[in-house]
């Protein structure tokens, strides 16, 4: 895929996308947003056909995300409704595009992610930030709300952080957003990329479609009554167990043998566990 404002490489199974506006700290206007929705619809194809088993989303420079492009939004008040309407659902779109990915999403969090950029980190399965990296839903502090971010934040963060850090737009250490829940991993800056090998590596040894059902299965069951959530994960339990997938990995298991989807991480000799 070729885009401008974005960099995205292959290495085997694992796709790499590279926020590339370092510039502007990779803030995101309707070109980002328009690219990111194009590589999430890329990705999620690439996934159907086995090519791709898990995404990591960085940001070129110093800094990961400073959220929403200030300038592009200051110009969206020459927009009519109709048309900040329009921007706004595709930006939603993107995000929710991101979020439901069929393979696991890692966030890889150097600087900042800021606004819309802790947004990101919202919608990645997994994050992992450095130790000097600050986050923040700042919003309120440039006089608007971390509204399109909201449903992808709430669920990460829950109601009581987030009536504290919306409400406030106050900026927050890696700890602290690993104490809410935002982030996985905090690690010194010089192990990020060996954190996120470590994570990448968790994944290629997991069954990819079991991955993804279990993806799917976390939004089915949030927020349902037990009595609507036991026919639903009944089913899906059971379909996992008929599944290719679920007899391949219990006949390994009883055979002490390696599962046949299992792989190393690509370009890497050895994987250290820097997980913390
Ligand atoms: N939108 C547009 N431009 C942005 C931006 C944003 N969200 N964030 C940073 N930039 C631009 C700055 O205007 C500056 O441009 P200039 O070189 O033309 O002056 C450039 O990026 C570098 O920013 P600067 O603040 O000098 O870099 P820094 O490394 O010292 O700090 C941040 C980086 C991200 C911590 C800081 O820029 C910041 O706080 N940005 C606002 C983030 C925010 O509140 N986002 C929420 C948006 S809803």
Not at 188 to 216: H, I, M, N, R
Request: proline residues 5%.
């Amino acid at each position: 895929m070729d885009f401008q404002f974005l960099a995205a490489r292959r290495e085997g199974p694992v796709e790499h996308l590279t926020l590339n506006r370092p510039e502007v700290r990779n803030a995101f206007n309707e070109h980002v947003i328009a690219e990111l929705t194009a590589w999430a619809r890329g990705v999620r194809e690439q996934a159907a056909r086995g090519e791709v088993r898990v995404a990591v989303i960085g940001g070129a420079g110093k800094m990961f995300c400073a959220g929403a492009d200030v300038t592009w939004m200051s110009k969206t008040v020459q927009y009519t409704e109709e048309e900040n309407l329009r921007d706004a659902a595709a930006m939603s779109a993107m995000f929710g595009a991101i979020d439901a990915l069929p393979v696991p999403v890692i966030g890889r969090i150097q600087g900042a992610a800021l606004g819309g950029g802790a947004g990101l980190a919202a919608v990645c399965d997994v994050v992992v930030a450095a130790d000097d990296a600050l986050f923040g839903f700042t919003e309120v502090k440039l006089g608007i709300i971390p509204a399109v971010i909201s449903p992808f934040a709430l669920a990460k963060i829950g109601r009581s952080a987030a009536r504290e850090l919306f409400l406030t737009g106050a900026r927050f250490s890696a700890v602290r957003a690993r104490e809410i829940g935002l982030v996985h991993a905090v690690v010194p800056s010089a192990e990020l990329d060996g954190a996120v090998a470590g994570y990448v590596q968790d994944f290629l040894t997991a069954a990819p479609e079991a991955v993804a059902a279990a993806k799917a299965l976390i939004p089915n069951v949030w927020g349902r009554p037990f009595s609507e959530a036991a026919p639903i994960t009944a089913a899906a339990i059971a379909q996992r167990r008929v599944s290719k997938e679920g007899q391949e990995g219990l006949r390994a298991f009883l055979d002490k043998r390696t599962p046949s989807w299992s792989q190393r991480v690509p370009n890497t000799e050895d994987t250290k566990d820097t997980k913390k």
